[in-house]
């Protein structure tokens, strides 16, 4: 069986090192990765590839720093050209990104079969880009791997029972990578030397429906201030693009800023942290995985199991239930013993599952 595997920003690429951990374990397997560039640092992802034991692409496309269009557009010539030249049984896409879709339309097209991995997920929210990506592909696929029960109630509410394509309950293969680099993290990671805190929390902040809206933007910053200020430091590795825009709005913000970290350095991060705050998707859950608290500045989230389950909590962007629920959830003694996301088994689910469609 040759699967033909599609990356492009960097949460991507450590989804398929999980998975490719488990191709890798099984002779009558073979994938091909094509990188499409989407997320572009030359040396960041020389370093990336090579540290985080990832098998380096089969092909580099280079398409970056473009609109959705021409991006996606230039994508979907790029891995056409691929797929007529590797003639895979399936290709496999993960996420909502500009990749994703690329990938599955490009498949799609000369019939060839689209497994996507993350399938399910729904913000409800069609002003998000990565909204629009994940329900077409999902449409479009014929395996559709869920990472959550809800991810597969979203689907049967939607009638996908009725569609030729399978529906697979896999687990999430974000725990599975977490529990793998749990341990090399630790070795490879210095950044709890540098910031010097016993106790802090983590907060992310870059997503656009925050940073692009300047009084959301402003409520945000100010219960981060006074959070900081009064109740427990906080350490913010600062996204350029979100740098960039307090500087435009003229906004000061008084945490602790550090650069963009790694994947390495963020585990470490969650692992000490207090409590985690974040606009992120992935964030959201690796607090899970790490047995952390979250406070979610956002207004929907695709990963309601974690509302549900007290794990987290929706706060929007109103400064005081900001940080009304910050003192909460950093006092809230939380359970994490439920399997919401697969324990680890999500990778040998989904190959599990292919081999079984696809030698059959």
């Avoid at 021409?70 to 790029?78: I, P, V, Y």
């Avoid at 689209?114 to 077409?136: F, Q, T």
């Avoid at 307090?246 to 008084?254: C, F, G, R, S, Y």
């Avoid at 942290?273 to 899970?288: C, H, I, R, W």
């Amino acid at each position: 069986m040759k699967i033909l595997t599609i990356i492009g920003a960097r949460p991507q690429f450590i989804k398929a090192a999980a998975l490719s951990r488990e191709i890798a374990k099984h002779d009558d397997v073979e994938e091909i990765i094509v990188h499409t560039g989407q997320h572009f640092d030359a040396n960041m992802s020389e370093i990336f590839f090579s540290e985080m034991e990832i098998p380096k692409p089969n092909y580099n496309l280079g398409i970056h720093s473009l609109g959705h269009g021409a991006m996606t557009g230039r994508m979907l010539e790029g891995i056409e050209e691929v797929l007529l030249k590797e003639k895979p049984d399936v290709l496999l896409v993960y996420g909502d990104t500009n990749s994703t879709i690329a990938g599955a339309l490009a498949a799609k097209k000369i019939h060839i079969k689209v497994a996507h991995v993350e399938a399910g997920l729904r913000s409800y929210n069609m002003d998000m880009p990565e909204e629009v990506n994940r329900i077409l592909t999902d449409r479009i696929s014929d395996f559709l791997f869920c990472p959550t029960q809800t991810a597969v109630d979203n689907l049967r509410k939607e009638g996908y029972q009725n569609i030729n394509c399978q529906v697979i309950k896999s687990g999430d293969v974000m725990q599975d990578a977490a529990a793998f680099y749990a341990g090399i993290s630790a070795e490879k990671s210095t950044v709890l030397k540098s910031i010097g805190l016993d106790q802090y929390a983590l907060v992310t902040l870059h997503r656009a429906e925050n940073t692009d809206d300047i009084g959301r933007l402003t409520a945000i910053v100010s219960a981060l201030n006074a959070i900081h200020e009064k109740i427990c430091p906080i350490v913010l590795p600062l996204h350029p693009r979100t740098k960039s825009k307090l500087e435009t709005a003229h906004l000061n913000l008084k945490v602790k800023i550090i650069d963009p970290v790694g994947y390495f350095d963020m585990i470490e991060l969650i692992k000490h942290a207090a409590l985690v705050m974040t606009d992120s998707g992935g964030l959201q859950k690796e607090a899970f995985f790490f047995k952390k608290n979250c406070v979610t500045m956002r207004d929907q989230t695709e990963w309601v199991e974690l509302i549900e389950n007290g794990v987290n909590v929706l706060v929007g962007a109103d400064t005081e239930k900001i940080k009304a629920s910050f003192q909460q959830m950093l006092n809230k003694a939380s359970d994490f013993s439920m399997d919401l996301y697969g324990n680890g088994q999500a990778s040998n689910n989904i190959i599990m599952a292919l081999k079984k469609a696809l030698n059959s």
